[in-house]
């Protein structure tokens, strides 16, 4: 009897251990299916949110162009051109008068370009745009700009202004979009 007994705890053992290794083995199996079938929802996923984001960045558009003897054909037109980006630095810092005391205003201004104006001539201008824009958000109120709303008036005037300036100075408006990345008020 005595010598049964670790013969049962080693089967014991044995048991366990084979258990082990063939829930192991399942569970690498079930893993790897699952890694392996979401991986193509994935790059779909991804394509398509691609497509929404810029559905004509990778695509090229096709135009009717019509010659002389009057027929038409089709002719490869440019896509999209990409934007281009430029960041006022250091952030804009203004006061802003309010009701029952002097607040402040801080925002981070990124300009767009998409059209032939390069990030180098928005640089050439930046001390320029800057001014004009710091001379805008110090006079705007506080109880103006606390709003949704007034936070977008605020972004088309910043555009106007800025794109007045490209205007003046290099006879096209340049900058497509100003973009508020930041925007801090108290």
């Known amino acids: 009897m005595a010598e049964n007994q670790p013969k049962s705890s ?10 082990t290794l063939t829930f ?4 690498m199996t079930a893993s790897l299916f699952l890694l392996i079938k979401t991986q193509p929802q994935e790059q779909a ?3 398509s949110v691609s497509e929404v984001v810029a559905p004509n960045a990778a695509k090229e558009v096709k135009a009717e162009v019509v010659h002389a003897e ?11 051109p990409k934007p281009q980006f430029y960041k006022l630095k250091p952030a804009i810092v203004v006061n802003v008068p309010a009701i029952d005391k002097t607040r402040y205003l801080q925002v981070d201004v990124e300009l767009m370009a998409r059209k032939g104006t390069s990030v ?8 320029l745009i800057r001014n004009d ?7 705007e109120k506080y109880e103006d700009i606390a709003t949704a709303e007034g ?12 794109q007045r300036i490209m205007k003046k100075n290099t006879g096209d408006v340049g900058v497509d979009q100003v973009l508020f990345t ?5």
């Open 10 to 19: 080693l089967n014991k053992i044995l048991i366990i251990l084979l258990g």
């Open 24 to 27: 192991l083995c399942i569970a």
């Open 45 to 47: 996923a991804a394509a």
């Open 70 to 80: 009057g027929a038409k054909s089709e002719k490869e037109a440019p896509a999209n």
């Open 120 to 127: 180098e001539t928005i640089e050439a201008y930046g001390p």
């Open 133 to 139: 824009l710091i001379t805008l958000f110090s006079n």
């Open 151 to 162: 936070k977008e008036q605020l972004r088309k005037k910043a555009l106007e202004a800025v």
């Open 182 to 186: 930041n925007f801090v008020s108290q």
